[in-house]
């Protein structure tokens, strides 16, 4: 099986997703955001496809401004659910919702999504996983995994041999400064 390293720079919105984004630390709450509720969608489906409709996911969940997102109710749901451009699946549209009052209530237990996510730190993915289970809505192993790779909580986003890996360790991800410490 190829990795992703290898497979990405055969199409233009892997490459540019691989290149620039993946496994690099963020801090940026909407960011953060972004990437569970991507992550969520993803589930069941190709990477591809999600990356296809992700500008138009970012128009219909208000460029994944926290408090927007959890302030839609009904009506939002079913304007999301008749919308072709996104990935319609009831079950996520409502966890993409519901995990945005999570994120909120964050900023008042931790100071904000970052500084949960600093707080659990490190983790073994297992436990990840279980916290995340207790904490959000549709958030299964696949799904932890790799949100948490694609923001250099958990090591594996690259292969050592990737041009990109060097240049996410001089990013200083969390996954490498833990390792560091011990």
């Not at 691989?18 to 960011?31: I, K, L």
């Not at 992550?39 to 500008?55: F, N």
């Not at 931790?110 to 809505?137: C, N, Y």
Request: one cysteine or more; glycine letters at 8%; proline letters at 4%.
């Amino acid at each position: 099986m190829n990795s992703y390293c290898s497979v990405a720079s055969e199409y233009p919105l892997h490459d540019a997703y691989h290149s620039t984004e993946y496994g690099f630390p963020q801090r940026d709450e909407s960011v953060l955001f972004e990437r569970l509720c991507l992550e969520i969608m993803q589930a069941g489906l190709s990477w591809g496809l999600v990356l296809r409709r992700r500008e138009t996911m970012r128009g219909a969940f208000a460029a994944y401004n926290v408090d927007r997102v959890a302030a839609m109710g009904e009506a939002d749901e079913a304007r999301l659910l008749a919308d072709p451009g996104i990935i319609r699946n009831r079950l996520k549209v409502r966890a993409v919702v519901e995990n945005a009052r999570r994120v909120q209530a964050m900023r008042e237990s931790h100071g904000g999504f970052a500084r949960w996510l600093d707080a659990h730190h490190p983790r073994e993915k297992e436990e990840w996983v279980k916290l995340f289970r207790k904490t959000f809505k549709f958030t299964g192993g696949e799904i932890v995994g790799e949100f948490l790779m694609s923001l250099g909580y958990l090591r594996g986003a690259h292969s050592e041999d990737c041009p990109v890996y060097a240049r996410i360790l001089t990013s200083r991800p969390p996954w490498y400064v833990s390792k560091r410490d011990k």
